[in-house]
């Protein structure tokens, strides 16, 4: 990533109450069946190997961590828009620059219609998408449709429309 200055910078993570809703619960159930069956002995629901259950409660709680970590970050620069799905910091950002960028404008969507969460890449959309209905959906020169998710559209919109100025 280049060291221009930063027009705007969003980070969202995952905190849809939903999500948590279901899997805390059941991450809870499996930790506290292990800790009964390994530790005292006692049956967790049907007796099953220790090894299974503990194979299921560590992915449980690697799933929760992921989840909680999981971090999608919109940059805009000088030469381009700069996004990144990711667990951990040094993950490389996809760069999009404003030399591919046809049109823009601000969007409601329903996340289902564009292939769910995160990153969805389908023939005609490249989404990135974490949380809320709000996004901006580019038009790139390829004809396919980039939508990026905010929880800020106007200032996102607002950063945009000073780099289309400057380009």
């Given at each position: 990533?280049?060291?221009?200055?930063?027009?705007?910078?969003?980070k969202q993570r995952f905190r849809s109450p939903w999500l948590w809703g279901i899997l805390l619960p059941i991450a809870g159930v499996?930790?506290?069946?292990?800790?009964?069956?390994?530790?005292?002995?006692?049956?967790?629901?049907?007796?099953?190997?220790?090894?299974?259950?503990?194979?299921?409660?560590?992915?449980?709680?690697?799933?929760?961590?992921?989840?909680?970590?999981?971090?999608?970050?919109?940059?805009?620069?000088?030469?381009?828009?700069?996004?990144?799905?990711?667990?951990?910091?040094?993950?490389?950002?996809?760069?999009?620059?404003?030399?591919?960028?046809?049109?823009?404008?601000?969007?409601?969507?329903?996340?289902?219609?564009?292939?769910?969460?995160?990153?969805?890449?389908?023939?005609?959309?490249?989404?990135?998408?974490?949380?809320?209905?709000?996004?901006?959906?580019?038009?790139?020169?390829?004809?396919?449709?980039?939508?990026?998710?905010?929880?800020?559209?106007?200032?996102?919109?607002?950063?945009?429309?000073?780099?289309?100025?400057?380009?």
């Open positions: 990533m280049s060291a221009t200055e930063i027009m705007y910078s969003e499996f930790s506290y069946g292990m800790v009964r069956q390994l530790f005292y002995q006692v049956p967790f629901m049907i007796k099953m190997p220790e090894v299974t259950l503990f194979l299921i409660t560590a992915v449980l709680i690697l799933l929760v961590a992921v989840f909680y970590f999981l971090e999608m970050e919109t940059l805009i620069k000088e030469e381009g828009i700069y996004l990144r799905l990711s667990v951990f910091k040094g993950s490389e950002y996809k760069f999009v620059p404003f030399s591919d960028v046809v049109s823009y404008k601000a969007v409601t969507y329903k996340p289902i219609e564009k292939g769910g969460r995160g990153i969805c890449d389908t023939d005609d959309c490249l989404a990135f998408t974490v949380r809320g209905k709000n996004g901006i959906e580019f038009t790139l020169l390829s004809g396919k449709k980039l939508l990026v998710g905010t929880a800020d559209p106007e200032d996102f919109m607002r950063s945009l429309n000073k780099m289309r100025i400057l380009h």
